[in-house]
């Protein structure tokens, strides 16, 4: 008797086995082709769209120089970025900049605030007349912001912390 349940059972068991193999819907194969679910495709690193103007902006004060795009280059940036990340640079650029302004007109109140749109470079003129040139289109950055006192090198500034920037640059 014990005999018959012990065949019994291996045989439920190899039907078990059977019955899952069969069961399986997709082959190894092709669960390779499929996408994950949960994997964020990967994005293409895309350069900026040039500025649609080639003017220059000359600096010979002490500054803050704000840059942003003009219109036309805006919509480039717009053409070649999905929905939710142009939208997310637009937004980031706005508030950024907002409180850049806000903290250089509270705290650096004799730093020049400078707005350029509808230019693709900026050239700084020192104290001792030295020049520097920087060429937006060479950042990639959708906004930015310089800081320049005449004696030193114009520097970019990270605008989430814009107070601590500030303050090593032009303290004394």
């Known amino acids: 008797m ?9 045989k439920s068991g190899i039907a078990i086995i059977i019955f899952l193999a069969f069961s399986c819907s997709q082959s190894p194969e092709k669960m390779k082709d499929q996408p994950k679910k949960n994997e964020t495709p990967k994005r293409l690193v895309i350069k900026k769209p040039p500025s ?3 003017d220059t902006v000359v ?5 803050a120089v704000f840059y942003r795009p003009d219109s036309v280059q ?10 939710r990340v142009y939208s997310t640079q637009t937004h980031d650029c706005f508030y950024q ?3 850049a302004r806000n903290v250089i007109r509270k705290f650096w109140p004799r730093v020049r605030i400078v707005e350029v749109i509808k230019a693709r470079y900026l050239l700084f003129i020192k104290k001792d007349g030295a020049k520097k040139v920087i060429d937006l289109n060479a950042r990639n950055y959708i906004c930015g912001l310089y800081i320049f006192d005449l004696k030193k090198d114009p520097e970019p500034v ?6 601590t920037f500030l303050g090593f640059y032009f303290g004394n």
């Open 52 to 54: 649609s103007f080639e």
């Open 74 to 83: 805006l919509e480039k940036i717009k053409s070649v970025n999905e929905e």
């Open 97 to 99: 900049m907002q409180n």
């Open 2 to 10: 014990e005999f018959l349940k012990e065949g019994l059972v291996i």
């Open 158 to 163: 990270d605008m989430p912390n814009v107070n």
């Open 59 to 63: 600096i010979d004060h002490e500054s």
